[in-house]
Nanobody, 124 residues
Framework: QVQLVESGGGLVQAGGSLRLSCAASGRTFSSYAMGWFRQVPGKEREFVAGITRWNGNTYYADSAKGRFSISRDNAKNTVYLQMNSLKPEDTAVYYC?????????????????WGQGTQVTVSS
């Protein structure tokens, strides 16, 4: 069992940056695949970025490539999402997710554990 708590969301102007953090409970954080997803009202939750357990390989949605960077600090039980060059279309609630079975996944229904979400609003 792991609990996830996101932070770092907020209001930013287009072109700005934010860094989201997701703090996890538990003693085996390195054994969890971690993902960031986002969701806007009326739409399905979509994959943004993921990082594998153990070796930390990273994966990105096309919309995030070149602008977002996911990383993990296993000593701090935390995964980060650095978001640069933000656009109004990045506005969403961002969720952190974890799973201890798969190495990494881009579909939300694979992940077992979810945080409560943090709002990111990008103004034009």
């Amino acid at each position: 069992q792991v609990q996830l708590v996101e932070s770092g969301g907020g209001l930013v102007q287009a072109g700005g940056s934010l860094r989201l953090s997701c703090a996890a409970s538990g003693r085996t954080f390195s054994s969890y695949a971690m993902g960031w997803f986002r969701q806007v009202p009326g739409k399905e939750r979509e994959f943004v970025a993921g990082i594998t357990r153990w070796n930390g390989n990273t994966y990105y949605a096309d919309s995030a490539k070149g602008r977002f960077s996911i990383s993990r600090d296993n000593a701090k039980n935390t995964v980060y999402l650095q978001m640069n060059s933000l656009k109004p279309e990045d506005t969403a609630v961002y969720y952190c997710a974890a799973d201890d079975v798969v190495n990494m996944a881009t579909t939300s229904n694979i992940y077992k554990y979810w945080g409560q979400g943090t709002q990111v609003t990008v103004s034009s």
